[in-house]
C-alpha cells in the first residue's frame, strides 16, 4: 500500500532563507508527483507537477525534484517571503489506477516565514 | 473565471440529518473527486467520477453518496450512517487524463460540522 509522508510537520524560518520541503513514497510505481500549497481555510493549488519519467521542474522560486528510484521528492524555495507561508502537500498519483486520476496525499508541511 | 464552486462555504448537521454538499465546475473536466481533510492530515479519496452516470468508491467511502447526473456537478451527501463527519470537504476535477501530465484542480472546500 502506497504511503506518503513529509518532514517536517512544521517549518519556521526568517525572511529570505532558502528552503527545503521533504516528501517521501514507498511505492516508486508511480504516474506522478504533484505539489500543492493550502491557505488556511482554503482549498489546494496546483504549484508543481512531476511527470514519473521527470527528474525536477521549475516555476518561478520553486523547484521540485524527483527521485522515483530511491522514493523522496523535494520542494525548494528560493529566497522565501511571508507570503509563503502556508501548508504544502505532496501527492503521488498511482500507476495502475488507469485514468481515474487518484492521488496519495501526505500529511503536508506548514510553513512560517517571518519578516 | 473557469473553476470549481464548492458551497455552501460552512454547514451544520444535525443528529441522524442527512446533508448534501454541492461542487460545480465550469471547467469542462471530465473526472471529478471527493476528499475528505481532517486536522493536520493529508486529504482521502471518498469518491470519484470519470465520466456522466458512473462513479467509484474511494478509500473511506462508507456513509457517503454521490451522484452524476451532469458533466458539471457531483454532489455529495453525508449520511447519518457517516458517524464522524466534522471534517473540511473538497471537490477537485481534472481532465480524463492518461498520460499523468495534468494536476487536479480544487475548490475552496466545505466545513461541515455536527450540531
Known sequence: KQEVTQIPAALSVPEGENL???????????????????????????????????????????????????????????????????????????????????????????????? | DGGITQSPKYLFRKEGQNVTLSCEQNLNHDAMYWYRQDPGQGLRLIYYSQIVNDFQKGDIAEGYSVSREKKESFPLTVTSAQKNPTAFYLCASSIDDRTGTQPQHFGDGTRLSIL
Open chain 1, 20 to 115: 527545503v520541503l521533504n516528501c517521501s513514497f514507498t511505492d516508486s510505481a508511480i504516474y506522478n508527483l504533484q505539489w500543492f500549497r493550502q491557505d488556511p481555510g482554503k482549498g489546494l493549488t496546483s504549484l508543481l507537477l512531476i511527470q514519473s519519467s521527470q527528474r525536477e521542474q521549475t516555476s518561478g522560486r520553486l523547484n521540485a525534484s524527483l527521485d522515483k528510484s530511491s522514493g523522496r521528492s523535494t520542494l525548494y524555495i528560493a529566497a522565501s517571503q511571508p507570503g509563503d507561508s502556508a501548508t504544502y502537500l505532496c501527492a503521488v498519483r498511482l500507476l495502475g489506477s488507469g485514468n481515474t486520476g487518484k492521488l496519495i496525499f501526505g500529511q503536508g508541511t506548514t510553513l512560517q516565514v517571518k519578516p
